[in-house]
């Protein structure tokens, strides 16, 4: 799983990831877990601030898993001048053994920070680092080192042995997608399961005591970390913080097994948007691409048109570009080669 955004993003972490060598007594909350990109809160303050003003000062965040780090974004505390200006990274894999990330000539690296409360700064970590903890260790900074942060890179997935298949019920065959003829070497429902195995493709099965039947979508995407599950139940979702072009962001869903999200009702785009407001990092640029496209009319990847009510103001329009993406006020035409964020789901 790849993000631009591994802390703050639609699947970051829990508060709980994070811990600081201290932070700043007050009646306003400074807490390791402000120290996400873009953190805001009433009656707190917008970052976490170090209660000791010295270069061992340090904020660190504990992913799930393993990952490769490539890039680190760095902001200020957001309502006060206080920010740091340069920084060292480490990582760990126990969180006990510690290292620094290096420059090309095998120094430790001296990251730049920032110049003001608000602007993002991101560095490029090259080499990339591979760890289970990464820290922030602030070297120098303006009136106190306060700061927000996030990494760039991808978290190893955990590995599956062997195949688990457990019963569960659905509203519609059709949401299983497309059925493949399986052929058990015997028929029981064990074997019917073995096939299913044994084909490629395959993530789901039927069997009626006679017939046989694989399907190659339902709830594979629920295999993937990161996807949530609408309280309807009728689709899973989630949105990728890595900014592509139309093609490559659908081969990129494909890769997990999904597709571009379909916003075909009222009910899903309210849920998305929902989500969207209430993560400070995606609200940011709500620009999203969904499924969709426009040839003689404006149709989603399976071909169904798209419902007038559906669009926001003005739109669709194919002057502006034939794809489609979801913005706040409703589904909107943009250029198939804008860099943007986007959202997979079933």
Known sequence: ????YLLSGFSGVPNEAFTASSSFPSHLDFSPSNARLYFERFNSASGWCA?????????????????VVNSVHIQGRGDYVQWVTTFYILYSLDGVVWTYAKAPDNNDKIFTGNSDSNTVVKNAISPPIKGKFFRINARSWYNRPCLRFDLG????????????????????????????????????????GFACH??????????????CLGYNFYNSVQR???????????????????RQNKDSASALCLSHGSLLMKIDTQNRLAIVQVAIQENNLLKQDVRF??????????????????????????????????????????????????????????
Not at 53 to 67: F, K, T
Not at 198 to 211: H, P, W
Not at 324 to 340: E, I
Request: charged share 15%.
């Open 224 to 242: 993937i970390p990161g996807y949530k599950q609408a309280e309807t139940g009728e689709f899973s979702y989630k949105f990728i913080e890595m």
């Open 153 to 192: 890179g991808c978290i190893n997935q955990a590995e599956h042995k062997g195949s688990q298949y457990k019963q569960a019920s659905v509203s519609s065959v059709t949401l299983l997608g497309q059925s493949i003829l399986l052929q058990p070497s015997r028929t029981y429902l064990h074997h019917c």
């Open 51 to 67: 209660e000791h003003i010295n270069s061992a000062s340090y904020v660190q965040a504990e992913l799930e898993r393993e990952a």
């Open 289 to 346: 691409y969904v499924s969709g496209h426009y040839t003689t009319q404006w149709q989603y990847s399976d071909g169904d048109v798209i419902e007038s009510n559906l669009w926001s103001p003005s739109n669709p329009d194919p002057r502006k570009g034939h794809c489609v993406m979801l913005t706040q006020s409703g589904l909107s035409s943009v250029d198939c080669n804008t860099l943007l964020f986007f959202i997979c789901g079933n």
């Open 198 to 211: 044994r084909s490629s493709g395959c993530v789901a099965f039927t069997f009626d005591g006679a017939i």
């Open 1 to 4: 799983m790849c993000s631009e």
